[in-house]
């Protein structure tokens, strides 16, 4: 039997939500009996365990280094920090290393695999190379134009672009050029250039199954608002939030409605509030036919997410490659950007630049971005219509076709 490696960064959701996108879909095209190995930890270790419930023994926790959490996403000084003394927990840097391509080691050394597949994981591209086993390294970053009060993390930069150089292929999880979203995150170096392919976004092409309308859905019909989207990992999570309500705090916010997805299974997060300044639950704003203002959910079903996008005059979101891509290609809305990384603030400067979104670092930006999009509507409108139709969404597709390629190969 086969066996297929794959290690997943767990910073933020997107290195997850490539990944099972492509676990979708590899059946379909690799012939041969296989199996997969999942590595990662914490909150995407626990997405696996609840998703693979009887594929335990295949899920692995490797202590992959991540950043320091701070209040608005990783908190620079306190990694840095961390690389020699313990901060929140975290042993020193070093010494994660080394445990981390230890148990990695380790596993490699267990499993024997016929191929890896890295999303975010760079240690892992270097074992795979030593022991002259294929691998795949799916990304939308290798050296990102960092600004000037980034510019001292250029040496880890390159540091990080030379592991991710010793992966076989490097596919890159977006549109081929010129409609690369992750252009500036990019800046490919010539040796590496032969190993690149753009195998296109990770979008699910899964049609929603239609279930009886549910009573938000039925609530925000007929309704022009926003959607005001808090993703990743808690801090950062936490940090678009309280950015979102300085913006809501804005007198040119007082009318606009808005709906807030906030990424967390906590139903007593989901409320209405009402033009009279009264909260409501979603079914009695209903019910009561409440002139609503602010629509909080904590998390959407698929079928509901599908409706807010189709339905919203705009998205609101921090930046993540995956989301973008997903809304002006897949729906094609506008998008109003406020960065967390710099890594976010290249995928909007990009959008930007084509006027399929807006750039908003401070708070008076974003209400501007509201009005300017209302009012050149037909503009965004037919940026994003030409946009969606040079938008390649079949990235799970092509990943798994080069999967069964070289498997094929290895016979």
């Excluded at 933020?12 to 990662?40: A, C, D, P």
């Excluded at 950043?67 to 000084?77: H, K």
């Excluded at 024997?112 to 799916?138: C, E, H, T, W």
């Excluded at 940090?239 to 809501?248: A, H, I, L, P, S």
Aim: some cysteine; aromatic content about 10%.
């Amino acid at each position: 039997m086969l066996k297929i490696g794959e290690f997943i960064y767990p910073w933020g959701g997107g290195h997850y939500s490539r990944m099972m996108r492509l676990n979708e879909t590899l059946e379909g095209h690799v012939k041969n009996e296989f199996e997969i190995h999942f590595s990662s930890k914490d909150h995407v270790y626990e997405k696996l365990l609840e998703r693979f419930p009887s594929e335990r023994a295949r899920i692995h926790k490797i202590p992959m280094p991540t950043p320091i959490d701070g209040r608005f996403g990783p908190s620079i000084s306190m990694s840095l920090l961390n690389l020699l003394l313990p901060i929140s927990k975290n042993p020193p840097l070093v010494r994660q290393i080394t445990s981390y391509l230890r148990e990695e080691r380790r596993l490699y050394n267990e499993e024997r695999f016929d191929l890896v597949i890295n999303d975010g994981d760079m240690g892992s591209n270097i074992l795979a190379k030593n022991r002259n086993i294929p691998s795949l390294f799916i990304t939308n970053q290798f050296r990102p134009k960092l600004y000037s009060t980034r510019s001292y993390l250029y040496p880890s930069l390159i540091f990080v672009a030379k592991q991710i150089a010793k992966a076989s292929k490097i596919l890159v999880a977006d549109s081929p050029p010129p409609y690369t979203v992750c252009k500036y995150n990019l800046n490919f170096v010539d040796e590496v250039k032969e190993k690149v392919v753009y195998v296109g976004h990770f979008t699910s092409l899964k049609k929603v199954a239609q279930k009886e309308r549910s009573d938000l859905e039925r609530l925000i019909e007929n309704n022009e608002f926003g959607y005001w989207m808090r993703t990743g990992n808690k801090s950062t999570n936490d940090g678009t939030g309280q950015r979102y309500e300085k913006v809501f705090q804005q007198s040119e916010m007082k009318q606009e409605k808005r709906i807030v997805s906030h990424a967390r299974n906590d139903s007593s997060i989901d409320s209405v509030l009402g033009a009279d300044g009264r909260k409501y639950s979603v079914s009695e704003a209903l019910d009561k036919k409440v002139d609503w203002i602010q629509i909080d959910i904590g998390f959407l079903s698929e079928q509901e997410r599908d409706s807010v996008l189709d339905l919203c005059k705009y998205a609101v979101v921090n930046g993540s490659h995956t989301v973008i891509g997903e809304i002006m290609g897949g729906k094609s809305k506008p998008i109003i950007g406020i960065p967390v990384y710099d890594e976010h603030t290249n995928n909007i400067r990009w959008a930007e630049e084509r006027n399929l979104g807006i750039l908003a670092t401070k708070t008076k930006e974003v209400t501007r971005a509201i009005s300017r999009i209302k009012e050149n509507g037909e503009e965004f409108e037919a940026n994003l219509k030409e946009f969606s139709r040079n938008f390649v969404p079949t990235g799970a597709e092509t990943t798994a076709k080069i999967v069964a390629e070289i498997l094929e190969e290895k016979r």
